[in-house]
Every structure is written in C-alpha cells, then in structure tokens.
C-alpha cells in the first residue's frame, strides 16, 4: 500500500546555500543506497522536501533498511499516495488506512492537514476538523489529543494526496560528502571500522589505508579488512583502501630499536605513510579508533608521541569510549563479526611483552636516529608500491 516514503531530515545548521548542497547531496546518497534495492525509484525535491517514490514493485524493509544507511536521515515516513476522488472518497481511504496500520484502534490522533495545492476546496482547517469527525464515526474507542496524540496523521493535499503517520527513526548525521574528506587508519579490528562510521556521519567522505607485513601477515588478513571496508561502505559510499607494504619498515625497526619501543615507533610510521597519502588525496585530516588507555600504545603520554610526527589534524571519534560501547556500535553496524575473525594484524606480530606505556619523545627520536640509513628510501618504496583498492 505505501508507494512513497517522505525524507525527514534534521534541519538545524542547514539555511541558505548550506541547505541546498545538504539536501542535493542527500538526494544523492539516498540514490546511491537505492541501487542496492530491487525495483526502481524517483527520488526528488519537492517545495523543500525529499520523496522516494517507488516506480515498481518494491520489498519494503529491504528498502527501509538501505534508507536507515543513509546519513542525513532523521527520520522515513512510509506515505500512501491517493488520487484525488474528493473529500468522501479521502475519508474512507483514511479509514481503510488507519484499519490497516491500527488494527487495535484504540489510539489517541490528531489530524495534521497541509495544503500545498490551493484550489481544493477545503482549507487545512476544515480538513482537521471534519477527518478528525469521519475518524472518530468509524472508530468510537479512538480520541483526539491535540497536544500529544499517538498518532499524528498527516494528509499532505498536492496533485495528488499524500497520507502518512509512521516515522521510522533514520541513521540522523548529515550526508556524507558534505564535510570534506578523510583519511581512515583501518585495521582488521574492532575500533577503526566503527571510527570510520562515526566520522562519517557527520558528512565527512572517506578514504583509508591498511598496513600490512607479508608473510608475516595473511592474504586473508588483508582479505578481513577489504570486507571490512565494504561494509563501512554501505554507509559511506565507495572508499579507496590504500594497501601499503609495511613489512620491511617492520623488520627494519625491529633490527635497529628498542623491542619495547616497536609499536610506538611503528605506529608513527604508519601516521607518517598515511598523511603522506592523504595529503596526497585531499584529505582533510586522519582517522583512528583508538581511544585513551585501550593498550600501551594509546595512553596519553603514547598518544602524544604519535601525533608529533602528523601535521594534519587527527580525529579520534572512540577517544572517550569504553570497548564495550564501541563493540555495540560494530555490532548494530554489522562489522564486529567480521572483526573478531581471528587473522593476525601486523602490530600482533611484533608486540613486545612489556611494551612502553609512558613513552618518552626525546628517548624515542634519539632510537628513531638509528633509522636514518634507510628509513626514507623504504617509505618511498612502500608508498611506491601501494596496491589501490576501489571498495563500493
Ligand atoms: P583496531 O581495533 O582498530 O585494530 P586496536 O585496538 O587494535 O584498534 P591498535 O592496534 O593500537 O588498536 O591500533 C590503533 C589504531 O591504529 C587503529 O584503530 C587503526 O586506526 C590504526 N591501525 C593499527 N594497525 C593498523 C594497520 N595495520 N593498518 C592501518 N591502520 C592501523
Ligand atoms: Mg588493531
């Protein structure tokens, strides 16, 4: 019976100029999640609105659930669309659609009429009060409340008529592609795909890069992270994984410094490769998951460390976050199964037993100097040899 869904987004910081790239690049995700769908659709602004309208047979929670990806949604109406065959003819369909949606039909209601076409002979006041009356015929257990009904049903009159109560809760955020672009840390854990979702609800686009060590990782390692990304890019449309070599780097540290020190010093490795290429790709800033005090690496005191070495603002969306609220993130996004697959990561390798967990930076620089052989021409060539991923 619904053959629209009316798109609510949230409105606030969206005026003037900002409005109308918020609600085209809306548009746009919207059709991109679409196309994942059986059937095909419309989707279009209309007096500052957006509608989906389905232009075949649809599944509906198939739909419904590619809508609920889509950031920048607050909120997916389900409408029933009418011809218009008079007021008569709206009544018993408003019956006929309240039997079907209420079947208890002991509701409180309002009737919230809107008249975006102007020659129907009733205005929105006439309509509220005579719906409100034809309901309350039809079903004598239903009531109106006017200041905090059960349901609120709108009738929209425009060409045709356009009937609606359900508000089914969307992701909320704003469309991505409306705050620039960044650069993803992805690992095959747990935290970095969840930070990549949470970033990018708030608009920002995403690319990400992946570290790995063969033989020391796996093929199927780096297959995890592939799939990891594909389903992070269900909500934030195609993402370049940038697949870097990292082994000799690895080996190289290793050989020349502190075992303690590995990690730490590896990780601003990895930030310095990563900023490289994001500078390279227009992007804005890096992302990580980590978050403070998770393992020795991200106290504060190694957090500090790591970021000397990056220019570009880092984000951090888990910082703050405990792993069990991270955890229930992946799981509602559908990343923690794939998460837990127990393949090697490449710092798991090479992890000391009592890694530093109060790194000193001096000390630390003072080790990295070891490095300076070789260090530059292996970045190079790690950086030379990267293998470009598409993953949509
Ligand atoms: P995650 O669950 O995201 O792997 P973690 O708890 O295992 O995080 P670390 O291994 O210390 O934590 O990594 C911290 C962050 O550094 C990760 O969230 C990720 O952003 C980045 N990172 C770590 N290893 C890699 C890698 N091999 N490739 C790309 N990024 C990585
Ligand atoms: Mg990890």
């Given amino acids: 019976m619904f053959t629209s869904f009316l798109i609510k987004y949230a409105e606030i910081g969206v005026k003037g100029k900002n409005r109308y790239l918020f609600e085209d690049a809306l548009v746009q995700q919207i059709r991109h999640a679409l196309k994942r769908c059986e059937g095909s659709f419309e989707v279009h602004k209309t007096q500052g609105r957006i509608y989906v309208d389905a232009l075949s047979e649809f599944d509906f929670d198939e739909t419904v659930e590619q809508l609920k990806t889509v950031f920048g949604i607050s909120g997916i109406c389900p409408v029933v669309v009418l011809e218009d065959q008079g007021f008569e003819q709206l009544g018993r369909d408003v019956v006929s659609y309240i039997e079907t949606v209420y079947p208890e039909k002991n509701k409180t209601f309002k009737v919230a009429a809107r008249r975006a076409r102007k020659n129907y002979p009733m205005d929105s006041m006439e309509i ?6 034809v309901i309350l015929d039809a079903f004598p257990n239903m009531a109106v409340d006017v200041h905090n009904p059960d349901v609120l049903l709108n009738i929209e009159i425009r060409e045709k008529i356009y009937l609606y109560s359900i508000i089914i809760p969307g992701p909320g955020g704003m469309p991505v592609g409306t ?26 686009k995403i690319d990400a890069v992946y570290f790995h060590a063969p033989p020391y990782t796996s093929e199927r390692a780096k297959q995890k992270v592939v799939d990891l990304a594909r389903i992070v890019s269900r909500y934030t449309g195609s993402i370049y994984l ?7 780097i690895q080996l190289y540290i290793y050989e020349k410094c502190p075992h303690d020190e590995l990690t730490i010093i590896m990780r601003r490795y990895m930030m310095k490769i ?7 790709t227009q992007c804005l800033g890096l992302i990580t998951g980590e978050s403070i005090g ?23 969306p888990l910082i703050g976050m405990d792993k069990q609220e991270i955890v229930e993130i992946s799981e509602k996004i559908n990343t923690y199964e794939t998460s837990i697959l127990p393949y090697e990561d490449c710092c798991t390798i090479f992890v000391a037993k009592h890694p530093v967990t109060k790194p000193n930076l001096n000390v630390i620089k003072k080790h990295e ?10 970045m190079e060539t790690a950086l030379e040899t990267e293998e470009l991923i598409v993953v949509s």
């Fill in 242 to 248: 940038h697949v870097i070599n990292f082994t000799d």
């Fill in 179 to 204: 705050n620039g672009k960044g650069m993803l840390l992805l690992s095959g854990g747990i935290d970095s795909p969840v930070a990549g979702y949470m970033i990018a609800k708030r608009g920002v």
């Fill in 274 to 280: 990563a900023e490289h290429i994001a500078k390279e």
């Fill in 294 to 316: 998770q393992v020795a690496s991200q106290t504060m005191h190694s957090l500090a460390v790591t970021n000397e070495v990056c220019e570009l603002p880092v984000y951090r």
């Fill in 128 to 133: 509220n009060a005579e719906m409100g009356g």
């Fill in 369 to 378: 100097q070891n490095l300076r052989e070789k260090i530059d021409e292996l």
